[in-house]
């Protein structure tokens, strides 16, 4: 499912903002930092409820279908 969240709340750390932030703080930005990858653009992450490392895809592999 994706989440649309405008940028004034994500600015601000309001409502989905601040859920955005903090998904940016604990899984992106390590990933981001481990991989060398310095331009941000998009991001998926797929969050499993069986106890599984959460998969995470940025840029380019974050694509819809």
Known sequence: ???IVPQQLIDEN??????INQIMK??????????KISDFKAA???IFDDGRKP????NE????F
């Open 44 to 46: 998926i992450i797929e």
């Open 55 to 58: 998969k995470l895809y940025i």
């Open 14 to 19: 309001r409502y989905f903002g601040r859920t």
């Open 26 to 35: 604990i899984f992106i930005l390590d990933e981001m930092r481990q991989k």
């Open 1 to 3: 499912m994706p989440i």
């Open 61 to 64: 592999q974050a694509q819809f």
